[in-house]
């Protein structure tokens, strides 16, 4: 017997089926491939079109039939919508190639600038081209390939060269189409930008502080951390959406940039409408002041506009830079400022005992989101603008993401307000803060003894690019801290299932019932397994994960290579030390201070006899290929995928230098976003190469073919 519930509507009727107990595979099969095109249409009207045509009640009715029959018959379509729940796990993101590099843009701040660069067009192509203007949009660059109709695979940016595979994270994304629709390529590549829209944004920060979790800084780091999480079903719940800006591939139905999306909006693609072609200056500055104005009352951020030429033959003409294609450039924004009261300045210690001042503010809302700090990175900062309590302070956003104060209103200021004091004692322990010589920070010399110290030392060790104790965090390292449990590094080692298995923290919020949370069974495993695993962390990772003040990841495996084992590391004296390539007379005298302290040498020692590395292995001490060698390169600006520490550790690795300057003994400049001016012209002046991030790694990736 066959049961169904009947919706009708004007146009159509839905006959949602409730049992059936006779039905066959072939049937089964029948009915999933009619449930799933039917869910795609709807979900196509509903966060596309936003013209949904049934109650979200009906749609959720409809795909749970849909996921019982999948699971009930083991049979589930490529584009099935049930992928847009979530489930699948990705333990390690592969690495795929893109098809063509993925560039950057080159960035403008003024009209003027973008008047040089439309004559620079006009120049190279003999002739008045149509530029099309698109919002810039502030998320994660992600590029989708489609093979008959359906998504083949996602990659994000990457290094530009390559990409990580996100796919299945991809998929749980309403507005991203699993099947397309129409007339389209049978192969095809189209880009655009994932976002996190504020709605979003706002729910997933009011979950963590219910979580006592850190927050998202802004809705782009939101974005890309959902992107990597491991859990697709978690993925999912973040909310993402997508507009997508460049198609590429043979066969494309139009000859130009502005056809092309169009075509691909009738595909199921969320191509914007606010797109506009332009022929003049005019029409290109209107298009820019009407977005900057009318950002603010978007439902997701974008930090300029990109100015592209629409004509494929004339993008051919006007060709790349090392790093940007000639034929688009973005025109950024201007930081907007806005202005706000002062209510105090607390002071924070880090893992290395530095004190940072935070002027804590009015709230107020800046570029999207609402500002409560701001950084006033230290006292010679604070005593340069003279501040006081309730002075009416300037705050925009440093590259659009972290708050500065840029001045005070003094004309405002109250006659009895306070001035703004650096502390002479350190606010967590007590100890009188010290500032060395030419040095712009204060700090707390109880590193032994002063809690966030302590915490923020054993986060740095847990960390990813350290001993990477994946089941630890920020949060267990608090409770482990605060049960006593744990003081050093060397004993996270002692823990043993009985100590973690039950462990409680109480989770106190202003103005919320205190709620208790506690480790169980299956995270005390997952630490201990975790902390099995960090025993084959290489010795120079274990050196980066010490937290020696100035000793980064770059210096650590220089000191490692140089060294060999953690004993001839700690014998060294600062004469030996400078005499390492590249280490300063500032790094080795950390270097011997961090030795001469008895306890820290009494944690080396349980270390070693927890069995983490203390010597350079073999194989490591071996290098790679020394395919740099003899070869110095400068590196500049902001990178897509690595830092400019881990471009430099790459020189290094490979037997390259890394040079602070450019001479006529540099033979590379590595040059990401925003690189220096001056650089960039004695680089040109020198006649120096500049590659690009994506150059540089192929340079390097010869060794690994």
């Not at 079109?49 to 409809?62: G, H, N, R, S």
């Not at 592969?94 to 063509?100: A, L, N, P, S």
């Amino acid at each position: 017997m066959v049961l169904f519930t009947k919706f009708e509507r004007k146009d159509y009727t839905i006959f949602v089926e409730l049992r059936d107990k006779t039905m066959n595979r072939e049937k089964a099969i029948e009915k999933i491939k009619a449930l799933t095109s039917n869910l795609n249409r709807h979900n196509y009207l509903y966060y596309v079109k936003a013209m949904p045509e049934i109650p979200d009640q009906e749609f959720d009715m409809l795909l749970k039939e849909l996921e019982k029959l999948e699971k009930e018959y083991d049979f589930r379509l490529p584009d099935s919508p049930t992928f847009r729940v979530g489930g699948d796990l990705t333990k390690d993101f592969e690495t795929r190639k893109h098809g063509t590099p993925m560039l950057s843009l080159g960035n403008t701040y003024s009209e003027g600038e973008l008047i040089d660069f439309l004559k620079r067009v006009e120049k190279n192509i003999s002739t008045t081209p149509e530029f099309v203007c698109e919002l810039k949009y502030d998320g994660v660059a992600i590029s989708l390939t489609y093979e008959n109709g359906i998504l083949d695979h996602a990659l994000t940016r990457g290094d530009g060269i390559q990409g990580d595979d996100v796919t299945m994270n991809v998929k749980t994304i309403k507005s991203i189409p699993l099947r397309l629709q129409g007339n389209f390529p049978e192969s095809f590549e189209i880009r655009g930008e994932i976002i996190m829209p504020h709605s979003s944004f706002n729910r997933l920060n009011e979950e963590r502080t219910t979580q006592g979790l850190q927050l998202f800084a802004n809705p782009r780091n939101a974005a890309a951390g959902s992107l990597k999480m491991q859990d697709s079903a978690e993925v999912a719940k973040r909310g993402l959406d997508c507009f997508l800006y460049f198609v590429q591939g043979e066969n494309l139905p139009g000859d130009n940039h502005y056809d092309n999306l169009r075509a691909a909006a009738t595909w199921g693609f969320n191509v914007p409408n606010t797109i506009s072609r332009c022929k003049t200056i005019e029409e290109i500055m209107e298009f820019i002041n009407l977005w900057d104005q009318g950002r603010h009352e978007l439902e997701y951020d974008i930090d300029g506009v990109v100015i592209k030429v629409n004509d494929y033959q004339q993008q051919k003409l006007l060709g790349f830079t090392a790093k940007t294609p000639r034929w688009a450039i973005a025109y950024k924004f201007k930081a907007e400022q806005v202005s706000t009261i002062l209510d105090s300045v607390s002071f924070q210690v880090g893992r290395t005992g530095s004190i940072t001042p935070v002027a804590n503010l009015k709230p107020v809302l800046l570029a999207g989101t609402t500002v409560k700090r701001a950084s006033l990175h230290n006292m010679d900062f604070i005593e340069s603008f003279n501040l006081h309590l309730s002075d009416r302070v300037f705050v925009e956003k440093g590259g659009e993401i972290i708050p500065k104060i840029v001045g005070v209103d003094t004309a405002t200021r109250k006659d009895n307000a306070e001035r703004v004091t650096f502390p002479e004692l350190c606010p967590e322990c007590k100890t009188p803060l010290t500032r060395k010589e030419g040095e712009a920070n204060h700090y707390c010399p109880n590193e032994e003894g002063c809690p966030p110290q302590i915490k923020g030392k054993l986060e740095h060790f847990i960390s990813r690019k350290a001993m990477n104790i994946e089941s630890l965090g920020e949060g267990k390292i608090e409770m482990l801290f605060d049960s006593g449990l744990v003081r050093n590094a060397a004993d996270l080692y002692d823990l043993t299932f009985d100590k973690l298995n039950g462990l409680e923290k109480t989770i106190i919020h202003d103005g919320k019932e205190p709620r208790k949370v506690s480790l169980r069974e299956k995270s005390a495993n997952a630490i201990l397994e975790s902390l099995e695993k960090s025993r084959k962390v290489p010795f120079a990772r274990v050196l980066y994960a010490l937290g020696i003040r100035y000793v980064g990841e770059t210096v650590a495996r220089k000191l490692a290579v140089h060294y060999k084992t953690m004993d001839a590391l700690k014998m060294a004296t600062i004469m030996e030390l400078i005499l390492v390539d590249e280490i300063g007379e500032r790094i080795a005298e950390s270097v011997t201070d961090w030795f001469s302290n008895a306890e820290h040498l009494e944690i080396i020692e349980r270390l070693k006899n927890h069995g983490i590395q203390m010597e350079l292995l073999s194989e490591e001490s071996s290098e790679e290929e020394n395919i740099l060698e003899g070869k110095t390169f400068v590196v500049s600006g902001v990178f897509t995928h690595f830092s400019r520490d881990e471009i430099k550790e790459a020189i290094i690795k490979f037997g390259g230098k890394s040079a602070g300057s450019i001479s006529g003994n540099t033979d590379f400049v590595v040059a990401g976003e925003k690189m220096g001016p001056s650089k960039f012209e004695k680089a040109n002046k020198l006649g120096i190469p500049i590659i690009s991030e994506g150059e540089f790694l192929e340079m390097i990736r010869k060794t690994e073919d």
